[in-house]
């Protein structure tokens, strides 16, 4: 059974600003992760098969699919979980979703479905998508 995960992004207001930031990091460190607190407990269904979906301003915008999850201890000796991506960003079809702290499980049954690469929705600008999303139009 394929499980994804849910997260906030914080600090990139948009997908175009996520890419930036990571491909800077993928030149940087060689690879594109988050750490975070807490360690998924259901690593199995996730690892190599289920993404993390990034919610932007309100919006479910773009996933990631996850391959790894590592755990760690930082430098205070607090135990931490990185969160390992494959650096393409794929964007989904918008779906609303209110603020929440850390991540949650999103069953795949749940998962707002990919964007066609080409047509009439890939072709509208993410910002207009998300305006239509939450008129439901879209």
Request: hydrophobic share 45%.
């Amino acid at each position: 059974m394929v499980v994804h995960l849910l997260k906030l992004c914080v600090g990139a207001p948009d997908i175009q600003s996520l890419a930036d930031w990571q491909a800077l990091r993928l030149e940087q460190i060689g690879r594109v992760f988050h750490v975070t607190r807490m360690v998924p407990k259901r690593r199995d269904e996730i690892v190599g098969q289920g993404s993390l979906y990034w919610v932007m301003r309100g919006m479910i915008a773009v996933r990631q699919k996850i391959v790894d999850i590592e755990q760690f201890k930082d430098a205070e000796g607090i135990g931490r979980c990185r969160l390992v991506f494959d650096p393409k960003l794929v964007p989904v079809r918008p779906a609303p979703r209110r603020a929440f702290q850390g991540w949650r499980y999103l069953e795949d049954s749940d998962a707002p479905p990919d964007l066609p690469r080409s047509g009439s929705l890939s072709s509208i600008p993410e910002e207009m998508r998300a305006e239509l999303a939450e008129l439901g139009l879209l």
